[in-house]
């Protein structure tokens, strides 16, 4: 049977797999959604005796399933290979307590790596299956870990160009760095002097014009979208939550099934909702905690059902999730509104016009797994430091998050379920806010200095992907004001 694609925002206009991955947004700029949420075809056991690899193809075939068997196996095997530095992909590592889901052993050292590995095979193999002619034009905005991580996976793949734009202030001086040696012709990078939701609803902007698709496809190109909006995004990352829990179990760390619980530190709702659908699926999860820096607009929307954006929009030591419009939060909402697309529409109408939203009472009692926590920037360097000092396992500060959120939850609520952290990069991404928190003496030291003193702190070698950046050149280095970033596509694509 064929799962079909819908967006959010309408009734009719199905689509397959592969033409939701093509077209990344919906033509009314809602998110495609499946029809319905498929359910694993095999036990936990029987998956628990599986490699990433096999685990992935068994979960994403549910989702893809216009895609052959065949072509899926080819997608998986090309992007989870040793571009990561072990075979198990994704490693749990047991701290005090917790397990650490380790995604970040890809080729930018976060967890964005797990599915923007795969997503530009998914993107040429559906170019393939619907006979499509135009070269693809991957349009990104990032908050610093989805551009690096997009630009490895699609920089020289044939049949591609990819655009990124990045908050020229926002973002790490590593991250910074990471995205202007991208290498690979088909790359191109440009700072903004904005936020990151300037440069995510420049990039929307873009995609809803049908002028500009005109002009596009008259020159013989077509949009995509390598953000967490893209379903191509969201499905891969289902895979590492059903992994996790198949990995405990084969490991007698749960008993068949047992809950367990995951706590997602949340920018774009993307990464937490993977996890939901992985339940969906089937996997014995329990609370869905979702955890904020001090942009909790999330948490807000959590404890009161209104989603509200009109707030001051805070930098912290966690940069990737400084982000006040959760795009894939649209996706639960259609989903908790029993898959009405009206709902949403007038939800997000609201959302555009008065930057907030209220949603009903049975709408909130669907949110029942859902908790949510903070940490601020003093909170999230003390989780580091503690754990550090307890176990000698370094955090980098997003993980640190949640980890944070972890400890509080348990403490007020005494819920003592086996408990899954996403750990969503390495610490060596964001040396600076890390050693802050475990080495108070290493405030004056460069950014190199710091990454070797972390390594000899951590008692970790330095991963290949920073390593290389002390010699790499830079090859990006436009910056434009928000208002000009058609105007540089335009440049780009020679429109
Ligand atoms: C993107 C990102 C997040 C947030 O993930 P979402 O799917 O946007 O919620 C958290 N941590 C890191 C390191 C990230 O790069």
């Known amino acids: ?124 193999t559906a170019v393939k299956k619907n006979n499509s002619r135009e070269e693809i034009v991957i349009l990104t905005a990032t908050s610093g870990d989805t551009g690096k991580a997009a630009l490895a996976g699609f920089a020289d793949v044939s049949g591609t160009k990819i655009i990124v734009f990045y908050p020229k202030h926002g973002v ?43 002009r596009l496809l008259r020159k013989g190109f077509r949009f995509s979208s390598a953000n967490s909006i893209n379903i191509g995004r969201l499905v891969p990352q289902v895979v590492y939550y059903v992994y996790a829990y198949a990995k405990l179990l084969g490991e007698g760390e749960l008993t068949a099934g047992e809950l367990m619980n995951v706590v997602v ?16 699926m089937g996997v014995p999860i329990g609370k869905l905690i979702c955890a904020s820096n001090e942009n909790k607009v999330l948490y807000d929307f959590l404890s009161t059902g209104c989603y509200d954006r009109n707030r001051e929009f805070i930098l912290t030591n966690s940069p990737s999730m400084d982000i006040l419009i959760s795009s894939n939060l649209e996706r639960l909402i259609y989903h908790i509104a029993d898959d009405q697309a009206s709902v949403t529409v007038e939800l997000m109408e609201r959302l555009k016009n008065e930057g907030r939203y209220t949603i009903t009472e049975g709408m909130r009692a669907k949110l029942s797994d859902f908790r949510g926590g903070t940490a601020n920037q003093k909170e999230t360097g003390e989780a580091i430091a503690r754990l550090y000092e307890k176990t000698g396992y370094v955090l980098d500060t997003h993980t640190a998050v949640a980890s944070y959120v972890y400890e509080q939850y348990r403490r007020q609520t005494g819920d003592t379920t086996k408990t899954v952290i996403a750990s969503t990069a390495s610490p060596f991404k964001f040396a600076r806010s890390v050693m802050e928190a475990v080495d108070a003496g290493s405030g004056a030291l460069s950014d190199m200095e710091l990454i070797d003193r972390l390594s000899e702190t951590a008692n970790v070698p330095v991963p290949e992907a920073v390593e290389e950046l002390r010699t790499a050149p830079i090859r990006h280095d436009r910056v434009c004001e928000t208002e000009a970033m058609q105007a540089e596509v335009e440049r780009i694509l020679g429109l």
Do not use: W
């Open 1 to 124: 049977m064929n799962l079909m694609y819908k967006s959010t925002r309408s009734e009719d206009g199905l689509v397959t797999a592969s033409q939701a991955i093509l077209q990344g947004l919906a033509a009314d700029g809602g998110l495609f959604v499946p029809t319905e949420l498929p359910k694993l075809s095999l036990s936990m056991e029987q998956l628990s005796k599986m490699t990433y690899q096999e685990t992935a193809y068994e979960v994403m075939k549910r989702f893809l399933t216009d895609f052959t068997e065949e072509e899926l196996k080819d997608c998986i095997r090309r992007a989870y290979d040793e571009k990561f530095d072990t075979e198990e992909i994704a490693p749990l590592v047991k701290a005090d307590g917790a397990y650490y889901l380790e995604l970040f052993h890809g080729a930018t050292i976060a967890f964005k790596d797990m599915a923007l590995s795969i997503l530009p095979h998914l993107m040429t």
């Open 172 to 214: 790490s001086p590593i991250q910074e760095k990471q995205m202007v040696t991208q290498r690979g012709d088909n790359t191109f990078v440009i700072g903004i002097e904005g936020n990151f939701d300037d440069a995510q609803t420049g990039v929307k902007r873009m995609f809803g014009s049908a002028e500009l698709k005109e």
């Open 265 to 280: 530190p949340t920018g774009n709702f993307g990464n937490i909702l993977a996890a939901y659908y992985a339940k969906h």
